[in-house]
């Protein structure tokens, strides 16, 4: 079936390092998405993009689709960037969409 | 700001009992989901529904149902809870199927242990 695979699967950071963050998928797909997840609380979804490069703040996603690949950037990290993301595909099945997610990369930033 | 609303927000089973948990959303959406989350797995999509009255099955809706009485509310179902379900489990709902262009809002989560 469809996979979604996320590198690296932990980071440990100073405040002010740069974080890369991969996505990989196993198939083609329509669009895909990047969310961050509080340590123990809900997903917040920081990016809905389906090709090119968006930029919010601190945060750049790039996502190559033919190469079905997404980064994720993220400078001049900060304590509060701590949390997981989640990377998901959108995968068009029996004329709805879905999100399949990865497992995530943990980010731990320290002082 | 939309909002989805989960209860209880932790519970503790017994092998074989059934637990049914609860999510409100607020947003006005079509669409909701029920996904389960496990160290190692990600998010993996149990049952979802796009119209009161009516639900789908997920990737895993195995030992699972799920109810849709109303726009507002969708709850899963746990008839024999099982040592295998515990998880946290996190509602969504959605303007839209799959979340497009249109994001999925998530409740906080329901941590669920089965003993």
């Known amino acids: 079936g469809q996979q979604v695979q996320q590198s690296p699967t932990s980071l440990v950071l100073q405040e002010g390092e740069n974080a890369e963050l991969q996505c990989n998928f196993s198939t083609s797909l329509n669009s895909m998405q990047w969310f961050y997840q509080r340590p123990g609380g809900s997903l917040i979804s920081v990016f809905y993009n389906p090709s090119g490069t968006k930029q919010s703040g601190r945060l750049t996603s790039t996502t190559v689709i033919k190469e079905r690949r997404s980064s994720l950037h993220i400078s001049s990290s900060q304590i509060t960037d701590s949390g997981t993301y989640l990377c998901a595909m959108v995968w068009n099945q029996g004329g709805s969409a879905k999100l399949i997610f990865g497992e995530g990369t943990k980010l731990t930033v320290s002082s | 700001e939309a909002a989805v609303t989960q209860s209880p927000r932790s519970k503790v089973a017994v092998t074989g009992g059934k637990v049914t948990l609860s999510c409100h959303q607020t947003?006005?959406?079509?669409?909701m989901y029920w996904y389960r989350q496990d160290t190692g797995h990600g998010l993996r999509l149990i049952h979802y529904s796009y119209v009161a009255d009516s639900t789908e099955k997920g990737d895993i809706p195995d030992g699972y149902k799920a109810s849709r009485p109303s726009q507002e509310n969708f709850s899963l179902i746990l008839e024999l809870a099982s040592l295998s379900q515990t998880a946290v489990y996190f509602c969504?709902?959605?303007?839209?199927?799959?979340?497009?262009?249109?994001?999925?809002?998530f409740g906080a989560g329901t941590r669920l242990s089965v003993l």
């Open positions: 969504a709902s959605s303007e839209a199927g799959g979340a497009s262009q249109n994001t999925l809002y």
């Open positions: 947003n006005n959406h079509d669409y």
